[in-house]
């Protein structure tokens, strides 16, 4: 899911790094959001809604919608999409089996 | 407890606009904190692969990309500007006090005045589904795929005609990625129509007045339903039809961000023809508050040359507030800011924007001529389809067959109104005039003119093309635009569009010009039957005959 080639562009990626997603083993880049690491992996439903528990994953990915919201490091509802991919980091997703009272 | 730290200007937000306001604040003296959310600047600019329209004095003609490292670079050189990198502002309270969050600490700044550059959020759209995975803003797909080379998807479904909508799905066919179909809800095509047209020759259908029903799909975008709408936007019945593709990238408008204006109680009211609640503002861009400014998206959702223009207009006012001197040069330099704002505004597609204004009680457009406030040639039929009419291109062609005789010249196919000068900026020859104004349609002197291409490459539209009909008893050449992979070379066959799409004839490339003057839109000449000289305008190299 990464652009290798592209007309206009060049893509300097940083180095590789790991990260955990849910407790597995990913590889992505230096330089490049939480977000953008986990949607080159293949991982597009980040979170469950609260109440439904309807898939959530990107919308916007300037930090304004709220759509992917993750636990990072333990800090939950981190804004994963303007959040820079840190070696080591443990990414989890929010609300899975969780249910809520009213 | 921390200090509180004094300011002359805060500058919110590291976009086009917050860039420009710091350096027009900071060549003259004035000490600027640009405080930018991210970890880097350029707000949106850092996704625009495009080529900019507008004036050359703004870049036109320039990829957004690039004009920003112009701008980061000045930014760099200038030792009156501090920038403050992944530092969010929190909070702005009665006394102007700003709370600034950097590295998990949060810091007090008390600035003397601040231009809020915060620029502006995207619209949402109510359908059944919309909250599944795939289902993406134009610009987020953007930052996907243009910031961190990431695919979002293989077929995509864009909703929205406008700019964003148009210039998104070409990059996104630049990145590899197909586009089912662009679906609009109105009669016609929201954005510039030469970049509908340039989707159009890439076989890309636009569907106005349409609109999307639901999407499909249990984890993640499988599909849409899409239908059609009559004249009072209802759904005509039985339309429905099933698209298949795995995002659907909605681009249904902008909304400006005037939350931590509101925070500081700013009066804002709202206006539809500039997005949503905006702030009330003078002509020099300053709030109801005094010492607060506004520049870009946030203050009206425009292009990002005028947010430039507003940012240089919001920065010097500030430096004429605080500065110690130069007031009556900072004065000319504003009075020209906001001439070269009105200009851009002054066409039809600026219509809006100015009724907008003119909705805050702002008194733009007082030398607006009505003559350019209208288009010049009935383009409805290019509007609804992407297609110009028979009438539009027999408008640009020469009136006498035989002026093709004299050997290659240049085609405009730009129909459309809008400001926008590099093919007049570019041409060596002066063959290619706007009549004296930026709005103007382009027409093309074919005496003066010499067919030697350059104009090919510099058009942000990809709207000029060189033809010679004449080129052997039997074919003729025509130099097309061409910024996809792989690129071709010379002696390639490859298969020859016209400006629907469809498949013409194959065809021969003969010359490539392809180097840093051209910036990576080459201008290819190819070689075809004679029959097609005046419809074919698109072609494609197939993967694979590169061995």
């Known amino acids: 899911m990464r652009i290798q080639n592209h007309p206009i562009l060049s893509f300097n990626r940083g180095n590789q790094i790991k990260f955990y997603y849910n407790g597995k083993e990913l590889i992505g880049y230096e330089g490049e959001t939480i977000a953008a690491a986990l949607y080159a992996n293949g991982v597009f439903k980040f979170s469950e809604s609260k109440k439904l528990h309807r898939p959530r994953g990107i919308f916007c990915a300037i930090g304004h919608c709220s759509s992917c919201l993750m636990t990072v490091d333990g800090v939950p509802n981190v804004r994963t999409c303007i959040t820079p991919l840190k070696d080591g980091m443990r990414i989890e997703s929010e609300n899975i089996g969780v249910e809520i009272n009213e | ?547």
């Open chain 2, 1 to 547: 407890m921390s200090k509180i730290q004094n300011l002359e200007l805060l500058v919110v937000g590291g976009g086009p606009a917050g860039l420009s306001a710091a350096l027009a604040a900071a060549n003259y003296g004035i000490k600027v904190s640009l405080s930018e959310e991210r970890e880097f600047l350029g707000g949106q600019l850092i996704k625009q692969t495009h080529r900019f329209f507008g004036s050359e004095k703004e870049y036109a003609g320039t990829r957004g990309i690039d004009i920003l490292k112009k701008l980061i670079d000045e930014v760099n050189k200038n030792n009156n500007i501090e920038v403050l990198l992944s530092s969010r502002v929190l909070g702005i309270y009665e006394d102007n006090i700003v709370t600034i969050l950097n590295d998990h600490k949060m810091k007090k700044y008390y600035p003397q005045s601040i231009i809020f550059a915060t620029g502006a959020s995207e619209k949402f759209l109510a359908f059944e589904n919309n909250d599944l995975p795939g289902i993406f803003g134009a610009g987020a797909v953007q930052t996907l795929m243009n910031v961190y080379g990431v695919l979002p998807a293989t077929n995509v479904l864009m909703i929205g005609s406008g700019n964003i909508g148009l210039i998104v799905s070409y990059q996104l066919l630049q990145a590899g990625v197909k586009v089912a179909a662009i679906v609009e809800a109105a009669p016609k095509i929201g954005g510039y129509s030469v970049h509908a047209s340039k989707l159009r020759r890439l076989g890309v259908p636009i569907l106005t007045s349409h609109t999307i029903k639901k999407a499909i799909g249990k984890e993640k975008v499988e599909g849409a339903v899409i239908c059609e709408l009559d004249s009072n936007w209802n759904e005509v019945k039985g339309t429905e039809q099933l698209i298949k593709c795995d995002a659907i990238c909605l681009s249904v408008g902008l909304t400006p961000l005037v939350d931590l204006l509101k925070q500081r109680k700013v009066k804002t009211t709202y206006v539809s023809e500039l997005g949503g609640y905006v702030p009330l503002r003078d002509e020099n861009m300053e709030t109801s508050i005094k010492n607060l400014f506004v520049a870009g998206d946030v203050s009206g959702i425009e292009e990002a040359t005028a947010a430039m223009i507003e940012g240089q207009i919001a920065g010097l006012s500030v430096a004429k507030r605080i500065g110690k001197n130069s007031k009556d040069e900072i004065e000319e330099r504003i009075e020209e800011a906001k001439n070269e704002l009105e200009l851009l505004r002054s066409g039809p597609v600026g219509k809006k924007i100015r009724k907008g204004l003119s909705k805050l009680g702002l008194n733009h457009g007082k030398n607006y001529n009505e003559k350019f406030s209208e288009e010049a040639l009935d383009i409805s039929h290019l509007m609804k389809t992407g297609v110009p009419s028979e009438e539009n291109l027999k408008n640009k062609l020469p009136s006498e067959e035989k002026v093709f005789d004299k050997g290659p010249i240049a085609i405009s196919e730009c129909f459309q109104r809008f400001p926008c000068d590099p093919c007049v900026k570019s041409c060596l020859f002066n063959a290619i005039s706007e009549n004296a104004n930026i709005n103007n349609i382009p027409y093309v002197d074919f005496e003066k003119c010499t067919g030697c291409g350059i104009c090919v490459s510099k058009c942000p539209g990809l709207a000029m093309f060189v033809i010679h009909k004449n080129f052997s008893e039997t074919t003729s050449v025509v130099i097309m635009p061409y910024e996809f992979l792989p690129r071709p070379h010379k002696g390639e066959i490859v298969k020859v569009f016209d400006r629907e799409g469809k498949y013409l004839c194959d065809g021969k490339v003969i010359r490539i010009l392809d180097g840093k003057f051209q910036d990576k839109t080459a201008a290819v000449s190819i070689e075809i039957p004679k029959e097609y000289y005046l419809q074919a305008r698109n072609f494609k190299v197939e993967e694979g005959n590169h061995g």
